[in-house]
C-alpha cells in the first residue's frame, strides 16, 4: 500500500500564491510519473500538471506560464507552486502517482482545498 499525504491548500486573494506539497510512503520500488489533479465544484476532474520520473513536465494550457510542479525524488514527494492564482484556480486539488509495485499501480491522495477569492 502506498500512502499520499497533501499540504499546503488555502485561502488566497487573486494573484497570490500557493505552494502545494504531496509526500509519498509505503511499500514500493520507485515512483514514475507524479501528477497533479484538481476538481472544481459541478465539473469533472481535471488533470492540471504532470512530471515523469525522468523530469519532464507538462500541464493544462489554463496553467501554464503560473505553475510549476516539480519533484524530490530523495523524499518522494511532489509540489505545485501556484502563482498568479486566479478565482477559477478554486476546487480540490488531489496528489496521484504511479508506482512501480510488481506491477504499476495508481493512488490518490485525500485532496486539498484551495480557495482564490477576495
Known amino acids: 500500500q502506498v500512502q499520499l499525504v497533501e499540504s499546503g491548500g488555502g485561502l488566497v486573494q487573486p494573484g497570490g500564491s500557493l505552494r502545494l506539497s504531496c509526500a509519498a510512503s509505503?511499500?514500493?520500488?520507485?515512483?514514475?510519473?507524479m501528477r497533479w489533479y484538481r476538481q472544481a465544484p459541478g465539473k469533472e476532474r481535471e488533470l492540471v500538471a504532470a512530471?515523469?520520473?525522468?523530469?519532464?513536465?507538462n500541464y493544462v494550457d489554463s496553467v501554464k506560464g503560473r505553475f510549476t510542479i516539480s519533484r524530490d525524488n530523495a523524499k518522494n514527494m511532489v509540489y505545485l507552486q501556484m502563482n498568479s492564482l486566479k478565482p477559477e484556480d478554486t476546487a480540490v486539488y488531489y496528489c496521484?502517482?504511479?508506482?512501480?509495485?510488481?506491477?504499476?499501480?495508481?493512488?490518490w491522495g485525500q485532496g486539498t482545498q484551495v480557495t482564490v477569492s477576495s
Open positions: 496521484n502517482v504511479v508506482v512501480s509495485s510488481y506491477g504499476l499501480q495508481a493512488y
Open positions: 512530471v515523469s520520473s525522468g523530469g519532464s513536465t
Open positions: 509505503g511499500s514500493f520500488f520507485s515512483i514514475n510519473a
